[in-house]
């Protein structure tokens, strides 16, 4: 079986897992304990803080840990919503976000904030401008992803949060990092960015830990409260072993960025030139997309059946993110900018790594075109 499903979970790297057993059977204790062993496991969780603020140019301090992306985002999102709702109950956001920035919205859309949804362009690029144009005196809070999950397209960030600050300098700028860093650079400064989400095991890092930076003078209002972890802003053990692993992964892939790139795009624009030869498919990436995500759609065909035919035939793909992937409806990301129900039902995500090689894609490419002829002949059996 060829993966091809990197933008959903990667391959740890094997430094991560040693990290992991290492830490798991030497320092199991609490980093909160006044013993000295509790003091060691404190101390590594302060040296991964101190390695992950370089790998993103901030303030150790301003680094904190979570279980996940999905608990970044929430907490970015509602954290600000709740602790800064005497300046204003609007907040700012796009219509092609990852569910758990949009379904944050709108839970907070629910219990009374004004949320503007902002389309993307039938490329889908959210338009600096149009972003700017929903920010008012009372918007506390701007969300805006730097990849697209499902589709790769990359949002002009450093417009977006120069125009964002020129409007109302006292308005957050949140950004879903998950699918940008490790393969586009990064300047959470230039960008003028507030708040900004990781996810390692998009990174070959471990599952179940995620990073959320915040600029020095936020405050979040916490979601889980309890103990006075991370600084009161998240109550909870923290988890060590994956803490430790994900340092190592946000640095080990921010180092390699630039040759894991130029060993992405050649594939990538191999097989956009490929997909351009079948006229049954509709490309929905932009060439000028992240490296890692191509997607198209099969008019007419369920996602689902040709991610299926697929498989078959030893190819692991998605319809189009995973958490989204169960969902029968067609994708929210595609309809937003202005596909048909019928190609928005009928996506495929291919996502690339580092394992891949040209003889992997030339495999797909045959995998697609057998794939096309075998769910044709179905179809005419059918009629
Ligand atoms: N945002 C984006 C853009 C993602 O792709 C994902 C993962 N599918 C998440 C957030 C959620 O990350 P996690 O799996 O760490 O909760």
């Given at each position: 079986m060829l993966y091809w499903d990197y933008a959903a979970a990667t391959p740890p790297y094997e430094e991560v897992v040693q990290t992991m057993e290492q830490i798991m059977k030497l320092h199991?204790?609490?980093?909160?304990?006044?013993h000295r062993a509790g003091s060691e496991a404190g101390k590594l969780i302060r040296r991964s803080r101190e390695v992950c603020a370089a790998a993103l140019s901030v303030?150790?301090?301003e680094i904190l840990f979570t279980s996940g992306a999905t608990e970044s985002n929430n907490l970015a999102i509602k954290g600000a919503a709740l602790q800064y709702q005497t300046r204003g109950r609007h907040l700012v956001t796009t219509e092609i976000e990852h569910p758990s920035v949009y379904e944050s919205f709108l839970q907070l859309q629910r219990m009374g904030w004004e949320v503007t949804f902002v389309a993307p362009d039938s490329t889908g690029v959210v338009d600096p401008d149009r972003v700017a144009a929903a920010v008012?005196?009372?918007?506390?809070l701007v969300s805006v992803m730097h990849?697209?999950?499902?589709?790769g397209t990359i949002q002009p960030l450093k417009e977006m949060g120069k125009l964002i600050k020129a409007v109302n300098p006292r308005t957050l700028f949140h950004v879903d990092g998950v699918q940008g860093y490790g393969k586009l650079a990064v300047d959470l400064k230039d960008w003028q960015v507030d708040l900004y989400s990781l996810s390692p095991h998009k990174l070959r890092g471990p599952r179940g830990v995620g990073l959320l930076y915040i600029k020095e003078g936020i405050k979040l209002f916490p979601l889980l409260t309890g103990g006075s972890h991370e600084e009161g802003q998240r109550a909870g053990t923290e988890n060590v072993p994956a803490i430790v692993a994900s340092s190592k992964a946000i640095r080990m892939s921010g180092e390699q960025r630039e040759t894991f790139v130029a060993q992405l795009v050649p594939l990538r624009d191999r097989l956009l030139r490929f997909l351009r030869t079948v006229p049954e498919f509709v490309i929905n990436?932009?060439?000028?997309?992240?490296?890692h995500i191509v997607h198209f759609s099969y008019p007419g065909m369920k996602g689902e059946v040709f991610a299926r035919k697929l498989e078959e035939l030893g190819m692991a793909v998605s319809t189009r993110s995973a958490c989204s992937s169960?969902?029968?409806?067609?994708s929210r990301v595609l309809l937003s900018m202005g596909k048909d129900v019928s190609s928005a039902s009928g996506g495929i995500r291919i996502s690339l790594g580092d394992s891949h090689t040209d003889e992997d894609v030339a495999a797909l490419e045959q995998a697609l075109t057998t794939a096309v002829q075998a769910l044709k002949i179905a179809e005419g059996g059918m009629k």
């Open positions: 199991y204790a609490n980093p909160s304990s006044l303030q150790p301090q008012r005196r009372d918007t506390v990849v697209n999950n499902e589709i990436s932009r060439q000028d997309g992240a490296p169960r969902l029968a409806e067609p």
